[in-house]
């Protein structure tokens, strides 16, 4: 069988899980933009995005075998994605007991280098707003805002009751919207 | 009136978000995807061989110990000596003759 982008999810998991490497690296490619976003939004743009990036790849890599399609791989690439991100925020509070706090600053990273002088000031902005998130409300409005799922879908995803999803996004839309006044029309 | 006013702010949330985060990894994420499941599954591959000898070792080391047991106990109940220290028991146990200068280096 032909990979590439024809190729199905079912077929590329299937073929992935029988060991074959194309298809597994076409599987990173098309979800590469998935993780990337999760990722970046819960973490920032950090040194250490990228490996969680790869630490999701791993992680789907083993569950393939397992997968049983009940839902779409990309909400499951989602879910393991905020998973890898929980982790490593785990981490950070771990770590920032021996040294010191990391400054807000180096969480938004470094600017896409493609980006124009207004653009980088946006996307900051945005990071920004973003860290100054509870981590359980960034997973929210991540998936809620950012991709697309309804509120049940986000419910199930992250594993909170309905009620929960609500009052999270509607404060952390309200919080989102006082710090990037500047950029909202209206 | 606030609900339109909601959904418009809501709109623009999500364009902010599209737009201010990066939907790419540095370049070749792929290669170095592709390189972190191959050492994972090196590392599975070890672990695995690992947990593997630590069971066979546990499938020979508790038999083993269950046959010692039942030697000594078999021992003990043959002999009819009352037992005044670990020694004579262990002497009994697994009929070790006693050391003595002539035979503590005779093997």
Known sequence: MDIGPASTDADLIDLAAGGDPCAFRELVRRYEATVARTVHGMLGNTADADDAGQEVMVRLYRALATFRG????GTYVTRIALNVCFDQLKRRRRQAWQFWQADEDEQVGLADPHDTGAAIEAAQAVQRALVALKPDYRAVVLLRLLHGYSTEETADIIGIPVGT????LARAKALLAAELEDYLDG | MAEMHEDWQERQLAALLAAGLRDRFAPHFDTRAMAAVRAAQAQGGLADMAERMAQACRRVAV????????I???NVGAGSAPFETVGTFVEAAFSIPPATPDTAFSL
Do not use: W
């Open chain 1, 70 to 73: 009940e839902a779409s791989l």
């Open chain 1, 165 to 168: 999803v609500l009052s999270r």
């Open chain 2, 63 to 70: 038999p083993a110990a269950v046959l010692s047991l039942m």
């Open chain 2, 72 to 74: 000594a106990a078999y």
